[in-house]
């Protein structure tokens, strides 16, 4: 069966491929030819991961599975949420956001936040949705090298670093996409394999 994964991250791509059982034939966006920036326009993480899973079916007649990802800070009322990549602005800049965000927090006395991730999986005949979930909170400053997007400044509920100073097997251990990740791995095992 083949089935795309709707994103032109090829390192999130590899990630999940090794994964996955020998009778799925993961593709990419840019394996089908699908070059688009697709707009996710959604309120809300699932909406969003439906939009993507949704165009490529529509528009290529593959199952398709998407995920989107938000970080939700307790004392901003669970922003940037939906809005993370744009937080500080259409540029998408990283740092950007993270300054945004340290900057909101100087005065609150709650840090707390957490990462969730959610993946929509369109198998034409049936829409199945994971998420995954990690706690955690909005450290003082920015710390660590590795990973991407807000990682210098989440700090993973049980661990005295951020999730830029893990090595990436560790955040990928606990981490929200893991988890997600995880349990659609689990339900595409259990389909019969064509
Ligand atoms: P996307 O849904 O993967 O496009 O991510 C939305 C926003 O969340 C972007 O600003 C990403 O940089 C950020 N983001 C997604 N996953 C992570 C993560 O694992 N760590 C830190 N930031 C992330």
Known sequence: MKLVFATHNQNKFKEVKVLLPPYIELVSLTDIGCHDEI???GETL????QIKSDFVTTNYGLPCFSDDTGLLVDALNGAPGVYSARYAGEHKNADANMNKILSELENKTSRSARFETVIALNL???NIHFTGVAEGKITKSKSGQKGFGYDPIFQPKGYDKTFAELPLEVKNEISHRGKAIKQLIAYLHK???K
Not at 46 to 49: D, H, P
């Open 39 to 41: 707009p996710e326009t």
């Open 46 to 49: 699932k909406e969003n991961a």
């Open 124 to 126: 034409k005949e049936e």
């Open 191 to 193: 389909l019969p394999s």
